[in-house]
């Protein structure tokens, strides 16, 4: 059964950096991608960066320059450090993992608050 545990969220001050922590219970290679998705309060869930199994990355235009997700394949774990944090990025981050053969099959993690004040 595949797991996805999260870590380091938490309150940070405009302009500060965190790092959140995916790690997975398989090999980061069984999925054909891992991303993290973030949901702030009255809005849909958002696709913030993912990183392919190739290794190519993906992120939302309204992160680009500020976070970078990387993986460690060795710990099965992906990570998304952040800089420069914005208040509006206060939403909770949740770890996603895709796999899309048979059938695109969707797992994710508990999630974690992360909270930018100004």
């Known amino acids: 059964q595949v797991q996805l545990v999260e870590s380091g969220g938490g309150p940070v001050q405009a302009g500060g950096s965190l790092r959140l922590s995916c790690a997975a219970s398989v090999s980061v290679f069984s999925f054909n991608a891992m991303g993290w998705y973030r949901q702030a309060p009255g809005k849909q869930r958002e696709l913030v960066a993912r990183?392919?199994?190739?290794?190519?990355?993906d992120y939302d235009d309204s992160v680009k320059g500020r976070f970078t997700i990387s993986r460690d394949n060795a710990k099965n774990t992906v990570y998304l450090q952040m800089s420069s944090l914005k208040p509006e990025d206060t939403a909770v981050y949740y770890c996603?993992?895709?796999?899309?053969?048979?059938?695109?099959?969707?797992?994710w993690g508990q999630g974690t608050q992360v909270t930018v004040s100004s």
């Open positions: 990183i392919f199994s190739g290794g190519r990355t």
């Open positions: 996603n993992a895709a796999r899309v053969l048979p059938m695109r099959i969707d797992y």
